[in-house]
């Protein structure tokens, strides 16, 4: 089955500054990469998704790019809000298939 | 804008216990998960339904666990008995096709 790897665990960073956090896969097979923001006893919330027919994808201040090849993908954040604190998962799957998830990065957005 | 919708949001139990958690899904959506989410984990898959089908189970403790879809909209997961290691909380999402899943607000169970 899908194997998802996440780094890091926890991330600090100054507000403004950029935040990255980065993802592997094991299963050539999956084409659906989604990522989860998760605040403190809420449910996860999509943010953005990528699919494996595009190499980057970008709404205002998210982006995530995928390298197929090398089965990785990674979530930047720009300009880091007090808000954008929380926990932040990735995933992979199938399309309509259940996800597989990663452990989680609990981001620290320092003022 | 519509909701995933899931009862209990809370549930205690003491082990050895039947425990039944209720989900229903976004209207028109035939894809439903019940997924596990321990504390400081990912969630994890534990079956998914298409329609009133279960279509992937593999992850699912059958010797406690069932899950149900009778008429493909509600859903029913049920643990008997309850253990300890059954502590988390269980999130319910549902999707249309191979878009976007939704998730809703999970029961928290704690087993004592």
């Known amino acids: 089955g899908e194997n998802v790897e996440q780094h890091p665990s926890t991330l600090s960073v100054q507000e403004g500054d950029s935040a990255v956090i980065k993802c592997t896969y094991s299963d050539s097979a999956s084409n659906y990469f989604p990522w989860y923001k998760q605040e403190l006893g809420k449910r996860p919330q999509l943010i953005i998704d990528?699919?494996?027919?595009?190499g980057e994808k970008k709404d205002q201040r998210i982006a995530v790019t995928l390298n197929k090849t090398a089965k990785h993908f990674s979530l930047h954040i720009t300009e880091t809000q007090p808000e954008d604190s929380a926990v932040y998962f990735c995933?992979?799957?199938?399309?309509?298939?259940?996800?597989?998830f990663g452990k989680g990065t609990h981001l620290i957005i320092q003022p | 804008e519509a909701e995933v919708a899931q009862s209990p949001r809370y549930k205690i139990t003491e082990k050895s216990q039947a425990v039944a958690f209720w989900c229903d899904p976004i209207s028109g959506h035939a894809t439903l998960y019940w997924y596990r989410q321990i504390l400081g984990q990912g969630p994890e898959l534990l079956v998914q339904?298409?329609?009133?089908?279960?279509?992937?189970d593999s992850q699912l403790p059958k010797d406690r666990f069932s899950a149900e879809r009778l008429k493909g909209v509600d859903s029913t997961l049920k643990i008997q008995p309850a253990e300890l290691g059954d502590s988390a909380m269980y999130l319910c999402?549902?999707?249309?096709?191979?878009?976007?899943?939704?998730f809703g607000p999970g029961t928290r169970l704690t087993v004592l």
């Open positions: 999402a549902s999707s249309f096709g191979s878009n976007e899943q939704f």
């Open positions: 990528i699919r494996s027919n595009v």
């Open positions: 995933a992979a799957g199938g399309g309509a298939d259940g996800l597989t």
């Open positions: 339904f298409q329609d009133e089908s279960v279509v992937d």
